[in-house]
């Protein structure tokens, strides 16, 4: 089955530093990736669409400033949490679509806990 | 507004007792429904998608069933092993690109 990997599994910060965190397919091209959080004993929460080569699109509330997510390639999608509170700690969590098909799959997830 | 409520919230299974979860949806046309596994402190794994009413997909003990309003989940024979989170998700008829619209799932114990 298709495989996404994600990096950092777990990280821990200091309130005010950037942390970013990658995403990628490894058996396949995503032409789309998005990029979840989760709360403890609550489902996803879609934060942004990114597709390859463009602009991500971001959920209503979610601010794109502090958020810098990049799709520089086919395989690779990044997601930077700038000058992180501890308000942004959760578990992140992305996924990518099969270029043609529906199926998204998901990645292992990032813990992020900021001090 | 397109949206997805699974029920039950959690649910207690014995070994060998079978069930069902559900997945009730409205959307603005299905473009498909999405079934996945949760385990704590990890990323959803796929399990199955359905596209039209009268769909059925099986694998191991699972067995998933789509109608126009719902999807069940049926569980036959579980084991301890079948414990974790049970996703639903719908994707609303568009480009193939849409974002998956999540219930909040069942927790599925399983005790032997």
């Known amino acids: 089955g298709a495989v996404v990997s994600q990096h950092p599994s777990r990280v821990i910060c200091k309130s005010g530093t950037s942390v970013k965190i990658e995403c990628r397919s490894l058996?396949?091209?995503?032409?789309?990736m998005f990029w979840y959080r989760q709360f403890p004993k609550q489902s996803l929460m879609l934060m942004a669409t990114?597709?390859?080569?463009?602009?991500?699109?971001?959920e209503q509330g979610v601010e794109k400033d502090k958020f810098l997510i990049n799709h520089a390639s086919l395989t690779l999608s990044t997601l930077t949490v700038t000058s992180a509170h501890p308000e942004d700690s959760s578990f992140y969590i992305c996924?990518?679509?099969?270029?043609?098909?529906?199926?998204?799959?998901f990645g292992p997830g990032t813990r992020l806990t900021v001090l | 507004e397109d949206q997805v409520t699974q029920s039950p919230e959690a649910l207690r299974l014995q070994e060998g007792e079978s069930s069902s979860l559900n997945c009730s949806y409205t959307?603005?046309?299905?473009?498909?429904l999405f079934w996945y596994r949760q385990d704590p402190g990890k990323g959803p794994e796929f399990l199955f998608t359905?596209?039209?009413a009268g769909e059925e997909k099986e694998k191991e003990r699972l067995k998933a069933t789509l109608t126009k309003k719902e999807s069940f989940l049926h569980i036959t024979a579980p084991k301890p092993e079948d414990s974790a989170t049970y996703l639903c998700?719908?994707?609303?008829?568009?480009?193939?690109?849409?974002?998956?619209?999540f219930g909040k799932g069942t927790t599925l114990s399983v005790s032997s």
């Open positions: 058996d396949f091209q995503a032409t789309t």
């Open positions: 959307v603005s046309g299905l473009r498909g």
């Open positions: 359905l596209y039209s």
């Open positions: 998700a719908v994707q609303a008829a568009g480009q193939a690109g849409t974002a998956l619209i």
């Open positions: 996924s990518a679509r099969d270029h043609g098909l529906d199926t998204q799959y």
């Open positions: 990114s597709n390859e080569g463009s602009k991500a699109t971001y």
